[in-house]
């Protein structure tokens, strides 16, 4: 018996073949829309260069066909109704900074404990005395960076809270910094946090993940370590002193990056470490955390393990040869620990809950002392 298929025409299966190709065709083409506005958000998040700028080619007019025939609503509705965040791309917040930055400027909010003493706003207030944290009445101790400052962070936090006079929060994101504003906006969140945590201190620490090209706000793409990028980068360490002191605080800690173990990486932390250093010698009220100094080895190189104070060997930085342990990121607390107390607790007054602390005031641009080298343990 014949297959009823071998009577039809030649051509009728040609046309049905070719409908098949026109449905795959249009179900890809469809999908490409749908997906087009997360497609444009990775493009966007890549390094500035060409490869960015190929894909961005390719997939911006997508993006905008989406979007006029509403295609890119679906996914937008799916992900507010799960509480996700929107697929595509999202518009940079610009965020008003004073300008010329700013000396810190007086604080006339009385005699809170995590700000200033009201006197009559003539006197800077990085030259006039800190208020003293009691209890019932702590500094507020803002710590913001990338992920290099989760784990000394955390230690800090921990320190902070054995005080009874600080109350600390930990605000650290991954693969964020200064450079790329259109992944994460930290002027913005410091902001933010100015007004909602009201600190009298803050922790910086960024830069692992600048060592890329960024953008002016005029659209000029600068590469990294160019004229262009350094006074760029400059502007945006001086921005975030300004937006800080503008919000009320009264001391920023900015703890640079430590030792590389890649000799072209550790070259790109250093030039950003020179940034933070010659930023913090130029404001009262800004000390400069010398993380580098402080995980090198004798001879100013890079490690994995260091004595600790009781010359006990510890493995300082993780398998990835870049992050610190939790040894590590206890030896980095420690040094802004330090400054901290030195700065806010020296004469604190004691009431028998709280750790008064020791040490010399930190001077605006002080450094972490020289770390010991050590072997690994046999």
């Given at each position: 018996?014949?297959?009823?298929?071998?009577?039809?025409?030649?051509?009728?299966?040609?046309?049905?073949?070719?409908?098949?190709?026109?449905?795959?065709?249009?179900?890809?083409?469809?999908?490409?829309?749908?997906?087009?506005?997360?497609?444009?958000?990775?493009?966007?998040?890549?390094p500035y260069g060409g490869?960015?700028s190929v894909r961005l080619?390719?997939?911006?007019?997508?993006?905008?066909?989406?979007?006029?025939?509403?295609?890119?609503?679906?996914?937008?509705?799916?992900?507010?109704?799960?509480?996700?965040?929107?697929?595509?791309?999202?518009?940079?917040?610009?965020?008003?900074?004073?300008?010329?930055?700013?000396?810190?400027?007086?604080?006339?909010?009385?005699?809170?404990?995590?700000?200033?003493?009201?006197?009559?706003?003539?006197?800077?207030?990085?030259?006039?005395?800190?208020?003293?944290?009691?209890?019932?009445?702590?500094?507020?101790?803002?710590?913001?960076?990338?992920?290099?400052?989760?784990?000394?962070?955390?230690?800090?936090?921990?320190?902070?809270?054995?005080?009874?006079?600080?109350?600390p929060l930990l605000d650290?994101?991954?693969?964020?910094?200064?450079?790329?504003?259109?992944?994460?906006?930290?002027?913005?969140?410091?902001?933010?946090?100015?007004?909602?945590?009201?600190?009298?201190?803050?922790?910086?620490?960024?830069?692992?993940?600048?060592?890329?090209?960024?953008?002016?706000?005029?659209?000029?793409?600068?590469?990294?370590?160019?004229?262009?990028?350094?006074?760029?980068?400059?502007?945006?360490?001086?921005?975030?002193?300004?937006?800080?002191?503008?919000?009320?605080?009264?001391?920023?800690?900015?703890?640079?990056?430590?030792?590389?173990?890649?000799?072209?990486?550790?070259?790109?932390?250093?030039?950003?470490?020179?940034?933070?250093?010659?930023?913090?010698?130029?404001?009262?009220?800004?000390?400069?955390?010398?993380?580098?100094?402080?995980?090198?080895?004798?001879?100013?190189?890079?490690?994995?393990?260091?004595?600790?104070?009781?010359?006990?060997?510890?493995?300082?930085?993780?398998?990835?040869?870049?992050?610190?342990?939790?040894?590590?990121?206890?030896?980095?607390?420690?040094?802004?620990?330090?400054?901290?107390?030195?700065?806010?607790?020296?004469?604190?007054?004691?009431?028998?809950?709280?750790?008064?602390?020791?040490?010399?005031?930190?001077?605006?641009?002080?450094?972490?002392?020289?770390?010991?080298?050590?072997?690994?343990?046999?």
């Amino acid at each position: 018996m014949s297959d009823p298929s071998d009577k039809l025409p030649f051509g009728r299966r040609r046309r049905t073949a070719a409908s098949a190709l026109v449905v795959v065709l249009i179900a890809f083409g469809v999908g490409v829309l749908l997906n087009a506005p997360a497609m444009k958000k990775t493009a966007l998040e890549l390094p500035y260069g060409g490869a960015r700028s190929v894909r961005l080619a390719l997939v911006s007019p997508a993006a905008a066909v989406s979007h006029w025939l509403f295609l890119d609503r679906p996914a937008r509705y799916a992900s507010s109704l799960l509480g996700r965040p929107d697929p595509g791309p999202e518009p940079v917040q610009v965020v008003v900074v004073p300008t010329p930055t700013p000396e810190p400027s007086a604080v006339t909010k009385g005699d809170k404990g995590d700000k200033g003493q009201n006197d009559g706003g003539q006197t800077p207030v990085a030259e006039r005395p800190l208020p003293r944290p009691y209890a019932g009445h702590p500094m507020h101790l803002y710590i913001a960076g990338d992920s290099m400052a989760g784990i000394p962070g955390m230690a800090l936090v921990n320190m902070a809270k054995d005080t009874k006079l600080i109350k600390p929060l930990l605000d650290y994101r991954i693969s964020t910094g200064l450079v790329r504003p259109d992944f994460f906006n930290w002027p913005l969140q410091l902001q933010e946090q100015m007004k909602s945590f009201d600190p009298g201190a803050v922790v910086v620490m960024w830069g692992a993940n600048d060592n890329q090209g960024l953008e002016t706000s005029s659209g000029k793409v600068h590469q990294f370590g160019s004229d262009g990028w350094k006074k760029e980068y400059r502007k945006r360490i001086e921005d975030v002193i300004a937006i800080l002191f503008a919000g009320g605080v009264r001391r920023i800690y900015w703890v640079g990056q430590p030792v590389m173990p890649d000799a072209t990486y550790d070259r790109q932390i250093r030039l950003m470490n020179d940034l933070f250093e010659s930023a913090a010698a130029r404001h009262d009220g800004v000390t400069y955390v010398d993380a580098y100094q402080l995980f090198s080895n004798a001879n100013g190189g890079y490690t994995q393990y260091l004595e600790d104070d009781n010359g006990e060997t510890q493995q300082v930085r993780e398998a990835d040869g870049e992050h610190l342990t939790y040894a590590g990121g206890q030896r980095l607390a420690k040094a802004v620990m330090a400054a901290i107390k030195a700065d806010w607790l020296t004469q604190a007054k004691k009431d028998g809950s709280g750790d008064a602390g020791a040490g010399t005031p930190a001077s605006p641009s002080a450094k972490a002392s020289p770390a010991r080298s050590a072997t690994p343990a046999p």
